[in-house]
């Protein structure tokens, strides 16, 4: 469905994709996941033939972006991180109006418009204007109007972009609905929400596909496993002894591999918060080894962040990695400042 | 064609919003009023009448032009609704084209409405359907290639504002063009007065003198500016 190719984009003289190369079949849901600034917005509109490429080839459907954008734009569906809606429409003229735009012959729009009021589960705001609506319902005006066509292919920029939680699950029920009718690629910067939703994640970093599999085996992929994320309380006691008698109670575990004390999470007396790196999945034995210390816990969870989980990946800490990336991109700033030459596009 | 779906959607926003009415209202009010301190003087012939309501009309129209056309892209590019455009199988030229139809289409609208102050003028006076006829044609010429100044300099622009500020520098600089042709010598003074944009290419349709060299101007006027604003968007998706 998908076949990017040496994929590069730049702003001027700045690297924002590249080069990536990467495939995607027809019917996959495939989540792109990586740090804000990656280059997940670009790829994805790239994607919809909103930006064309520096160099590359990017083909949909057979059809090449750059050669053939009316074919590819008419095989895709593109919801963008703010979706693209008339405050002074209704519903309904709006998604007529997309629509129609989109080739669907005009005896057809009406029955589409109703089918995906119908999927989107619109049909009661139909009548109404637009600017008027919830957050929620023009996040699902915004899909509505990326799937009114029928496009093979459905491109969300993060669709839970601002959402409450109750319409996060809303929201992620409709993209598993749009599985097996289309082919869609979702991003996103929580990992969570990639993998509830997702075949398979494209971890992106720094404009190229740094890892690419199932939730699963990133997870195996994760030499030195996950984290927990704990905050405890000792009666009577001071943050500091708090945290010293879990890091106690931890240090016999066998999988635990390294404690760090943060600051508490909540504000109390005797309250600790640490992060614990392990090897394996030992968070029964850390509850228990905390219950026989005697410490209360408050919270003990997998973090399954994209923060940790993501610098794991890359081999790097959390504060190393902001370090490296902000020297990164100072060096390439610099070095662009002294060439003063046109862009560095690759052929 | 697509460009005609995306007309019918921004004339719908024109009904829609309080601006086109209050931006057509306004120029009527103008015409009406000036028409009315012209229409005072009881020396002057009816021609001279009707010369002078065509002189003021364009005034209006120009800046009406402006005003209509402020909005067609920049808000679009401001709002973020241009992905739909961006995204859909449609072409950037009909983009443009739908754009400016109904701008223009809304400018001609106004335009129209103002032909009972010409009538009075025919009724009550000695002129001619020729004049009258041929100085809408001016006005609408005039308001075609506006519109067109307008909507690229909306092309350009992320702010309504910023994109009236352009839009109104570039008319101002193509009328003051007569005073650039006055300043140099020949043969630079005919090339620069058969450039401005009002002058000496208006005011053969202000006296009912139909000629295609002016029609043409205007045309090719609107023309450039509508290709420029194509250009514009298809330069961004590469940027």
């Keep these: 469905m998908i076949e990017i190719q040496e994929l590069y984009k730049y702003y001027g003289d700045r690297r924002a994709i590249g080069p990536l190369s990467t495939r995607i079949a027809q019917g996959e849901v495939v989540g792109l996941l990586g740090l804000n600034g990656a280059g997940k917005t670009t790829t994805l509109r790239v994607l919809a033939c909103d930006l064309l490429p520096t160099s590359g080839s990017v083909r949909v459907a057979g059809f090449d972006v750059v050669e053939r954008p009316d074919e590819v734009r008419a095989k895709v569906g593109y919801l963008p991180d703010r979706p693209p809606l008339y405050d002074d429409m209704t519903v309904r003229e709006y998604l007529s109006y997309a629509a129609r735009l989109r080739n669907v012959a005009p005896s057809q729009v009406k029955k589409r418009v109703a089918d995906v009021e119908e999927l989107t589960e619109l049909g009661e705001v139909g009548q109404q204007m637009i600017g008027s609506l919830s957050h929620g319902y023009k996040q699902r005006v915004g899909i509505a109007q990326a799937i009114v066509h029928g496009p093979e292919l459905v491109v969300l920029d993060e669709p839970i972009s601002g959402l409450d939680p109750v319409q996060i699950m809303e929201m992620r029920e409709l993209v598993r609905g749009l599985r097996g009718a289309h082919t869609v690629v979702v991003s996103s910067h929580i990992l969570t929400e990639i993998s509830e939703t997702c075949d398979r994640i494209l971890v992106i970093d720094d404009g190229r596909i740094a890892w690419s599999g199932t939730e699963a085996e990133l997870s195996a992929t994760l030499k030195q496993g996950m984290r927990i994320a704990l905050t405890v309380r000792a009666s009577g006691a001071s943050a500091q002894a708090s945290a010293d008698k879990a890091r106690a109670a931890l240090a016999g575990i066998n999988g635990v591999r390294e404690v760090e004390v943060l600051e508490p999470a909540e504000a109390g007396e005797g309250i600790a918060s640490l992060r614990v790196a392990v090897t394996s999945d030992v968070r029964e034995a850390v509850g228990q080894s905390l219950v026989q210390a005697g410490l209360g816990i408050l919270e003990l969870a997998r973090e399954k962040e994209l923060e940790s989980m993501f610098l794991e990946l890359l081999g790097e800490g959390p504060e190393q990695s902001g370090r490296k990336r902000r020297k990164k991109k100072q060096s390439e700033a610099d070095a662009a400042a002294e060439a003063a030459a046109p862009s560095p596009e690759p052929s | ?239």
Aim: net charge positive; charged share 15%; no cysteine.
């Design chain 2, 1 to 239: 064609m697509r460009a005609l779906i995306i007309a019918r959607r921004e004339l719908y926003a024109y009904l829609r919003s309080p601006l086109g009415s209050a931006i057509i209202a306004a120029a009527l009010l103008v015409d009406g009023i000036l028409f009315y301190f012209a229409s005072l003087d009881t020396k002057r012939l009816s021609a001279q009448l009707l010369t002078q309501f065509f002189y003021d009309s364009s005034a209006a129209t120009m800046v009406a032009g402006l005003l209509l056309s402020m909005r067609l892209l920049a808000e679009e590019r401001q709002s973020g609704t241009i992905t739909l455009l961006n995204t859909a199988p449609i072409r950037d030229r009909d983009i443009v084209i739908g754009k400016f139809v109904s701008a223009f289409g809304v400018l001609t609208l106004m335009n129209l409405l103002t032909v009972y102050m010409p009538l009075m003028v025919y009724v009550r006076g000695k002129v001619s359907v020729g004049h009258i006829l041929v100085g809408y044609l001016g006005l609408i010429l005039l308001g075609a290639a506006v519109t067109a100044i307008g909507l690229f300099a909306s092309s350009l622009a992320r702010s309504q504002v910023v994109a009236v500020i352009i839009g109104a520098a570039v008319v101002a600089s193509m009328i003051l063009l007569w005073v650039v042709a006055r300043a140099v010598n020949p043969p630079f003074n005919t090339f620069f007065s058969g450039l401005a944009l009002h002058h000496e290419n208006y005011r053969p349709f202000m006296v009912g003198t139909l000629q295609f060299d002016r029609v043409a101007y205007y045309l090719m006027l609107t023309y450039f500016f509508l290709l420029s604003a194509t250009k514009v968007l298809e330069a961004r998706r590469w940027r």
